[in-house]
């Protein structure tokens, strides 16, 4: 009952139920609980749509760096990933598993035919043939098909979850090699001029030192500070030949493909200034290996379900229903109709223990899958409070890189 029409039978009823001050007071608590009411699916709606929202802005997370040649390299290891085909042959799998085990709940229908030649000393004594349909339900009464489907859904979203949480990892491997290699060219670049730079002090430093006009310590010290400069080239340009190698094998292509998308020098991919750096609590449930992990034990409470409706008995209904001739022109006309309805129950009398340990058994993989949920879950709550402590910190670090920048700049 809603709020606002209890307060308005309380005062139709009990406090002026017949004067026009009661039924005046009535409406408004009728309006007043109305607002309420809507106010209330407001408020749902809108975090509702602010959780897709979010949701959606996790999964393309890539793009809030605004670098299409970064997004283009995550769509390409998203295609072509042999770890990502493999998880969606998984995934594939799962979805078929779970169309036998929704199949088992229908009834079952066969056609059949038969031709039968009998003889006797050598000679013929007649001929036979069949044609007919068989129908076979298992009632399910007990839930043991439907517990199976519930185990093979479940089982198909928690591999839909692992697909998830392997295109996560290898957009996350994508984007670091990628910004792995935009700032070692970067940092190449600078290395370059401060090469160039210290070439030019150490030669005008030797023409000093032949005019006697500086020291010969200050020539070696240019001269050291140039080679230990020159020294780091090396090591850059291997980082960068590693990086590119790193996304030519995410992304399933031949490093000589990649060699001229990524030879040009561009800026080191940075992320939007609004970037969120603390997320709600329900966002922990949008984590793939914590979905697959949530999925895979109500799985396993569907398999312990489907272990213990497996010792109650068993209803089966069957009907055949044919014609039987000696010729076969006789089968369409004057074959004698044969029909056949059967009911049966099987009960499980003595097994040797197998039903019952089978249920201990999967009652333990449910406790493996409730432990595996909580080392899921565990890390992230403890993540998510990390990086809620420490979010402002880094933007505040954030902010003083970027103002060296322009400070190195002027």
């Known amino acids: 009952m809603r709020a606002g029409t209890s307060k308005a039978s309380l005062v139709r009823g009990n406090l002026l139920p017949h004067s026009p001050l009661g039924a005046a007071v009535a409406q408004r608590a009728e309006q007043v609980g109305a607002l309420v009411v ?3 699916r407001t408020a749902l709606d809108y975090r509702r749509e602010q959780s897709e929202d979010l949701r959606i802005a996790l999964a393309h997370w890539w793009s809030r760096f605004n670098d299409p040649l970064l997004s283009t390299l ?5 295609r072509a990933n042999t770890d990502v085909q493999g998880a969606q042959a998984a995934l594939r799998q799962a979805r078929a598993l779970r169309d036998v085990a929704a199949g088992a709940l229908w009834p079952t229908l066969d056609g059949a035919a038969s031709a039968q030649h009998s003889s006797a000393g050598g000679k013929s004594t007649g001929e036979r043939f069949q044609v007919g349909l068989d129908a076979s339900w298992e009632l399910d009464i007990f839930g043991v098909n439907r517990s199976a489907l519930a185990a093979a859904a479940a089982t198909a979203r928690a591999s839909a979850a692992s697909l998830g949480d392997v ?4 957009a996350a491997e994508v984007a670091l090699a990628y910004i792995q290699l935009r700032n070692a060219q970067a940092l190449l670049a600078i290395a370059d001029d401060n090469l160039a730079s210290q070439r030019e002090t150490l030669q005008i430093t030797r023409w000093r030192l032949q005019a006697g006009l500086t020291t010969s310590l200050e020539a070696e010290q240019a001269l050291t500070q140039t080679e230990q400069t020159s020294a780091l080239v090396p090591a850059i340009q291997t980082g960068i030949a590693q990086s590119r190698y790193a996304l030519a094998v995410l992304t399933g292509r031949p490093p ?4 001229t998308a990524l030879a040009a020098v561009g800026p080191v991919p940075q992320a939007a200034p609004g970037l969120v750096l603390s997320f709600p609590a329900e966002t922990l449930r949008q984590r793939p290996d914590v979905r697959a992990a949530e999925e895979a034990m109500r799985s396993a409470m569907a398999r312990v379900a489907e272990a213990d409706a497996a010792r109650a008995p068993n209803f089966r209904i069957s009907c055949s229903l044919g014609l039987d001739a000696l010729t076969l022109a006789g089968l369409t006309h004057g074959a004698s109709v044969v029909s056949v309805l059967l009911a049966a129950v099987t009960v499980p009398i003595f097994d040797g223990g197998t039903l019952r340990a089978q249920v201990r ?8 899958a409730g432990s595996t949920y909580k080392a899921a879950v565990t890390p992230g709550i403890s993540n998510g409070r990390l990086t809620e402590i420490t979010g402002g910190d880094l933007q505040a670090g954030m902010q003083v890189i970027t103002d060296q920048k322009a400070a ?3």
């Open 167 to 170: 295109q996560v990892s290898i």
């Open 256 to 259: 000589a493909d990649l060699a």
């Open 38 to 40: 809507r106010r209330r």
């Open 361 to 368: 058994a999967q009652q333990a993989a449910l406790d493996q």
């Open 74 to 78: 995550v769509t390409d290891a998203l």
């Open 408 to 410: 190195a700049g002027k």
